[in-house]
């Protein structure tokens, strides 16, 4: 797998950080931040961001209140139904 698809693998898997996601690839937070951004011109995730409609629909938000994304320049995303037609 290439590192676009092990990014949005983890995405999919539930893993939203920019950080928990380099960490976890061994990847560097420009590399990643780079990764994502190509996956968002592709159509396959969009930037979440705190008090966004996404946090109106989220299935935690009456345990989160959008905590994931409060920590100073933290950025989470979620995948787009584009994302899901890639099912295997």
């Known amino acids: 797998m290439g590192k676009l698809e092990d990014v949005l693998e983890l995405i ?3 893993v939203t950080n ?3 996601i380099a960490e976890r690839l061994g990847l560097s937070s420009k590399e990643v931040e780079d990764i994502i ?3 968002e011109s592709l ?3 969009e930037k979440v961001e705190f008090g966004s409609k996404a946090c109106e629909t989220c299935p935690l938000k009456k ?3 959008g905590s994931c994304l409060r920590p100073t320049g933290a ?3 979620k995948l787009t139904e584009k994302a899901f ?3 295997r």
Do not use: N, Q, T
Request: glycine share 10%; aromatic share 14%.
């Open 75 to 77: 950025k989470a995303f």
């Open 12 to 14: 999919k898997a539930g």
């Open 43 to 45: 159509g396959y995730v």
């Open 37 to 39: 951004k190509i996956l």
């Open 18 to 20: 920019e950080r928990e």
């Open 63 to 65: 345990v989160c209140y």
């Open 85 to 87: 037609s890639l099912e």
